[in-house]
């Protein structure tokens, strides 16, 4: 009877061993790869976008277990996450961490270059992205977690075009997954107090731990080393291709341009050369003709009216225009322009005071509503010896210039 009662005893045993050990662990998550966030303000769970963005997660999940094989000795062999702060947080923005110096300034050893998917954008809040400083291979081990949406961090655009991630002032950013617990947590976080300026939180908030949850057959085979180290590359040429295409497109798009601005200008000089011998020479040196005789009023000084005007350099190049079909036809379109409405008749103060060179005043004050006229401009009525912007010292220009309207008078 003792005989049999031990062997129950170990039975039991073993089956509660087993029941433990397959006990699950979030029973309620699906199938996938998750970063548990423990914190000392609570935990975060993330779902990580492995299938989205590999390089990106495989590169979380290995520096997460300590098995990163790009990651410098200090940090081999050991969870790198572990004891780290979130050193940067912005209220209605987002929390920032993963940096082992706490000042926005460290790596773990190395960058690169991170993958991007254009179905995952920063349309939310609760989702994780790498922080870098600017360009494709700058990202590390930073990561922050959105609280708002931020678009602008997006690294496509609109038109599901790659952004110029390696030109200044360009934000891209790689989201690698979303939160699905602890929300709650992430926004206890982002309101705490902080330093001026630095944006660092007075009180430390620490990582206490960061575990890797695996869930279905897909997400135990994700391998983080072996997938960074095999699909890195792959990255690497993907992007650089992407480059040379834009590259290739942008040399192809200024040479029609040039082309087509070459064609413009001839047949603009053309024009200028015929308008110039019509002209009649003011005593300033100013030298007019009309183009197109108005019947309107003439403004009186200052009165504000409404303006056409097209500028050209006496070879027949354009420099400025506000009309929206001129800066097509010499390939200076300028869709930003165009968005802040800034094409079309121009307002403009007739008046010796206003902030225009001394030969666009005079010919202004000329014309009368409805006339459009060419004015010949000497450099000592233009920008003079010191140019402009994109205008060479000592350059003569002309204009065509048509008065539209009157809007304000005096």
């Given amino acids: 009877m003792k005989l049999i009662s031990k062997t129950l005893q170990l039975l039991m045993l073993c089956l509660l061993i087993t029941a433990t050990s397959c006990k699950e662990e979030y029973p309620e998550l699906e199938d996938g790869l998750y970063a548990e966030i423990k914190t000392n303000k609570g935990t975060m769970i993330a779902k990580l976008f492995y299938d989205q963005v590999p390089v990106t997660v ?3 999940v290995a520096l997460a277990e300590g098995n990163h094989p790009m990651a410098s000795e200090a940090f081999k062999n050991k969870p790198f996450y572990d004891s780290l702060t979130f050193h940067r947080v912005m209220n209605n923005f987002m929390i920032q ?22 179905e995952l954008t920063h349309d939310k809040g609760g989702l994780l992205s790498m922080a870098n400083s600017g360009g494709f291979n700058t990202n590390g081990s930073q990561f922050f977690i959105t609280e708002v ?22 934000s ?25 300026r630095t944006n660092k939180p007075l009180e430390d908030i620490v990582i206490t731990k960061m575990s890797i949850i695996r ?7 994700f391998n983080a080393p072996k997938v960074f180290e095999d699909e890195l590359p792959n990255v690497e040429n993907e992007i650089k291709q ?46 007019k003709h009309v183009i197109t005789k108005g019947t309107g009023p003439k403004p009186k000084t200052g009165d504000s009216v409404k303006v056409y005007y097209e500028g050209y350099f006496v070879d027949g190049r354009l420099f400025d225009s506000d009309k929206v079909d001129i800066a097509k036809n010499y390939g200076m379109f ?3 322009r165009l968005d802040a409405n800034a094409y079309g008749p121009t307002k403009m103060l007739v008046s010796p005071n206003a902030r225009m060179i001394s030969g666009f005043k005079e010919a202004l004050a000329s014309l009368k509503v409805g006339d459009k006229a060419f004015f010949y401009l000497p450099s000592h009525l233009a920008y003079g010896e010191r140019g402009n912007r994109g205008i060479p010292p000592n350059t003569d220009l002309t204009f065509v210039i048509e008065l539209v309207d009157i809007i304000d008078k005096k």
């Fill in 58 to 60: 495989a590169n979380f």
């Fill in 172 to 196: 891209c950013h790689s989201i690698f997954g979303e939160l699905v617990k602890g929300i709650e947590v992430q926004d206890s976080i982002s309101n705490v107090k902080v330093a001026p």
């Fill in 97 to 118: 961490g993963g940096d082992h110096t706490a000042t926005g300034n460290g790596n773990p050893g190395y960058k690169f270059t991170a993958d991007f998917s254009p």
């Fill in 242 to 287: 992407i480059q040379d295409e834009k590259r290739l497109k942008a040399e192809e798009e200024k040479r029609v341009r040039d082309e087509k601005t070459a064609s413009a200008s001839t047949i603009t000089k053309t024009m200028i050369d015929g308008f110039e011998a019509k002209t009649t020479a003011l005593p300033s040196g100013l030298k």
């Fill in 149 to 170: 949406p931020y678009p602008s961090l997006n690294a496509y655009d609109n038109e599901g075009n790659l952004k110029p991630c390696d030109q200044p002032r360009v």
């Fill in 334 to 336: 300028n869709q930003r």
């Fill in 215 to 221: 869930k279905g057959s897909a997400a135990k085979s």
